[in-house]
């Protein structure tokens, strides 16, 4: 089966290139002076992607993983390769391993030189997460000591007693929190750690997908996606329009011992602050005990879907872009009826860790027309990134697998 | 083509809002107000899908990728009015049932709803999503409805 599939891939690789020159893709709207082009596709399901030192590009994906290389440096791929047996989400490189995860646990393969698949047995760092359904992907940072944070996302849409039930009220405590809902740390050192090895090191994150350590700070950072279905859920106190656009996607820096809020709280974009959540006596105004919960960094739209974080300290963007962060947003469902939105790369401007100005739109027109207002129908949905070795952004797309490479060319 | 249309259905909503200052958009329910807010004017099965499915399920009813499963098509809106009246008054018979499903989200419960609102919510996915299966009344759903106590 994987010989097969690795073939398919070879000849999709084949039929893209043949020897022509670079794909562009003008579908992809990006500031003046950089281009796009289409790296590689045709990969399935993607999702988080790495880049080692030496170009070497690694695509976690609910289809596995790929490596692809490009053997002659004219900016093509010419290998992929199927490798491994993970279908998950995460994928970083730190020090000689590529560190890896998928619904369950964390894992690890050695990185040799000159290898392009890892031919060394996959380690296991942790697993025996249980299996959910909702928020599963168990996306991972590294700090540079080894220290691996992972996002354990809340099964769950808002703790309510029955879960996406009309009326239904928030249990109190929400249980879900001792074992879900926010970030907990393990060794990325040691091997075969169990769950119960980790410590909770921040909580109240419904689902920190986009969870990244920001160097320049020396910091954890995360955009969390926010709740859904606040219409729906309680009719009189919120409408479709509501629900469409007042529940944040929250930007936080992520500190030991943090609590972002979720499940009682919410940051409403409406009114500018954290209301009490519905389900725990919120009435779509009151407000939280204050300086309980922080207040996001910044208040990205609601449903966007942020996916993926990366702080830029490559050499190839112009200096305004330096220690700024890249956010990829997988783009809606949930603002249904009303127009789906997201699906969109976008830069935060920072300075010394926190926002120096209004994000901005960086790379647009991946969801095409999507036909009926459907995430189905969208042509790309952008989901993960990383930055090469010569300072290029590398973005990654779940629908169809195609991955593209940003450059600045100051034309 | 259809989205098209949205837009357009979407623009005019939107102008209809903006023209009533900062009042919300009218509630899908009708409910007394002090001013009138705009009629809607959306026949009863689309208004109460919009409501009720539309954001899980979608405008054309395909669903969502890995989150919510398609409705359109599927044997569940063409076949026995009786099941699929008691299919959504659980939640497709609750989660336990499904554990094995490839999408992320259960499906609520939805008894809560009165036999003429799921009657006019059943008929609509039917014709719009079953290839134009029959209508379901009041009555059958409260048959069903019986089943479940």
Partial sequence: MRTKNFARVVSLSLALYGGAALAVDDAIKVPAGFSVTVVQEGLGAGRHLAVAANGDIYLAGRDGLVAMRDTNGDGKVDQTAKFGDVQGTGVLIHGDWLYVSDDVGVYRYPLKKGELAPSGARQTVVSGFPKERQHADKTFALDPQGTLYVNIGAPSNSCQQKDRQEGSLGQSPCPILEKYGGVWVFDGNKLNQAPADGRRFATGMRNAVALEWNSSQNALYSVIHGRDSIDTLFPALYNAQDNATRQAEEFHKIVDGGDYGWPYTFFDTKLGKRVVAPEYGGDAKKSPESGKYPNPLVAFPAHWAPNDLLFYSGKNFPAQYQDGAFIAFHGSWNRAPEPQAGYKVVFQPMKDGKPSGEYQVFADGFAGDMADNSPRNARYRPVGLAVGPDGSLYVADSQKGRIWRIQYTGK | ?149
């Fill in chain 2, 1 to 149: 083509m259809r989205f098209t249309a949205f837009v357009v259905a979407a623009a005019a909503v939107l102008a209809a809002a903006c023209a009533t200052a900062a009042d919300p958009l009218p509630p899908a329910d009708p409910a007394p107000a002090a001013a009138a807010p705009p009629a809607d004017t959306r026949p009863p099965g689309q208004r109460l899908y919009a409501r009720h499915c539309l954001s899980c399920h979608q405008s054309d009813g395909g669903g969502v990728p890995n989150m919510q499963p398609p409705i359109v098509g599927g044997s569940w809106v063409r076949g026995d009015p009786k099941a699929l009246a008691l299919f959504v008054m659980t939640g497709g018979f609750g989660s336990e049932e499904r554990k094995d499903s490839a999408v992320s989200n259960v499906m609520p419960p939805f008894r809560q709803l009165p036999d003429e609102d799921l009657a006019v919510i059943l008929s609509y996915i039917r014709e719009k999503f079953g290839g134009g299966a029959s209508a379901v009344s009041a009555s059958e759903v409260a048959a069903a409805r019986a089943d479940l106590k």
